[in-house]
């Protein structure tokens, strides 16, 4: 019998000693949650633990509860639990009289299996709840910074990603690259969005399309930056496909740009590959907020620029060759510039010939809604002309207008030239 006891004494030390390696909490931490548990115990058995004492053996494996009770003569103990009639007690001690304390070593497996089985569930459930608070304190603290792990199930919306000590962490489809394909197994690189903790249940939300990812594999590759002589100003990001990056250098000697870039493309080439082949332009940042815009909105060359900085407003102006050059593939350049230097710009195309009787779209407000305007622009169409000298076909699939919509415009257009020259030619 006794064999039997040390055992179920040993189990559950082994329960306490696994969440000690396994789960990483810290000892004493554990040593309280179990001494805790015992006392939770106690007090649903008796009502109270004030008369036990609970002494952890961590070293040992194992622990030890003792008892305090009063002497009191024998046939009159009221309550077993804090009193001993005298002739038990002298069986401790000789010694022992009426109302002195005695303090006895209690076989926890004398309160019964019941009470082992409370124990081990009140044990688990506490350290489970350490568990939980261990782990959303940790990642809580690595907000914005780089995690790997491996991919353990694809769902529809997100993937399950293990880390390194077996914990769950989400990358939902929204914070993949569009580009991104896995499978299990993968190991998977992205920074921590946020930890979500509702009914302490702590949820790790990834990013890889966070522009704070791109800073951080920045900052990994180029040792300027990690020294603090560049710092990254600003970044703006359509993940996948293009991205720019704002940087500026704290020493004359150090080019910025070059630095982050690296000896033929070697320091932002692994960057790309992480990031599926995004575009990633390497700027200057400025102070000044014109030449900023201007390197913002390369490749394109700029003419002028005219600012309302009250407004945040601008408006760029551009020889005609350059004008598809600023706006970009799908409107991506122009876009990345106004989340660079949050302005917004409005792009111009300068005239060839400043004789020319052309008109600039926006002088036409008063017959063209102001979103259809916008949507040429955002084309490269400034003016009348440009519109009217376009396929009819090719501005209805660039627009994605509807046909009746193009021709009323064309007809708008056609008629302020009619207007001003009579031997104009119509459309049939």
């Known amino acids: 019998m006794a064999k039997a006891k040390t055992e179920d004494s040993v189990n559950l030390i082994d329960i306490f000693s696994d969440f000690t390696e396994e789960k990483r909490i810290d000892r004493a931490t554990l040593i309280n949650v179990l001494e805790e548990s015992i006392r939770s115990v106690i007090q649903k058995m008796y009502g109270s633990d004030e008369n036990y004492n609970v002494v952890i053996n961590p070293n040992k494996g194992d622990f030890e509860i003792w008892r305090s009770r009063v002497v009191v003569p024998d046939g009159e103990v009221e309550d077993e639990n804090l009193q001993i009639p005298l002739s038990e007690a002298k069986k401790i001690e000789d010694d022992y009289e009426e109302g002195e304390e005695v303090s006895d070593k209690v076989d926890f497996l004398q309160f019964g299996r019941r009470a082992v089985l409370t124990l081990r569930q009140t044990l688990a459930s506490k350290i489970l709840e350490l568990q939980k608070d261990a782990l959303y304190a940790k990642y809580s603290e690595m907000l914005g910074q780089i995690v790997t792990g491996e991919v353990y199930q694809i769902w529809k919306r997100e993937i399950l990603l293990v880390d390194e000590d ?69 970044i703006a990001r359509i993940p996948g496909e293009r ?33 599926r ?33 009250d407004k945040k407003k601008a408006e760029v102006f551009l020889q005609p060759d350059q004008v598809s050059l600023a706006i970009g593939k799908g409107g991506s350049n122009i876009k990345l510039a106004i989340q660079l230097t949050g302005y917004d710009l409005d792009v111009f195309r300068e005239l060839d010939n400043p004789q020319d009787d052309d008109i600039y779209l ?14 040429l622009k955002d084309q490269g169409f400034s003016t009348a002309k440009q519109v009217l000298a376009a396929d009819r076909d090719d501005l209805i699939a660039r627009t994605d207008l509807e046909e009746e919509t193009i021709d009323e415009i064309l007809g708008v257009l056609k008629k302020e030239f009619e207007d001003e020259n009579p031997t104009t030619e119509t459309e049939a």
């Not at 004359?252 to 690296?262: F, L, T």
């Not at 575009?279 to 002028?304: C, E, G, M, Q």
């Open 166 to 234: 077996g914990n769950d962490m989400l990358l939902p489809k929204s914070e993949q690259i569009p580009s991104d394909y896995y499978r299990k197994g993968d190991l998977v690189r992205a920074v921590v969005e946020r930890v979500d903790n509702q009914n302490n249940n702590p949820k790790i939300i990834l990013s890889r399309t966070s522009p704070t990812f791109l800073q951080r594999l920045f900052e990994l590759e180029v040792p300027e930056i990690q020294d603090g002589l560049i710092t990254i100003k600003k």
């Open 243 to 275: 991205a720019k990056v704002a940087v500026e250098s704290y020493d004359d000697r150090i080019d910025a740009v070059g630095a982050c870039v690296g000896m033929k493309g070697s320091r932002i080439h692994g960057i790309v590959r992480e990031l």
């Open 277 to 309: 082949n995004e575009n990633i332009d390497v700027i200057n940042y400025s102070n000044n907020i014109t030449l900023f815009i201007s390197r913002a909105l390369a490749p394109a060359h700029i003419s002028s620029i005219r600012l309302e900085e």
């Open 362 to 375: 926006d002088e036409f407000s008063d017959e063209i809604d102001g979103w259809i305007i916008d949507i």
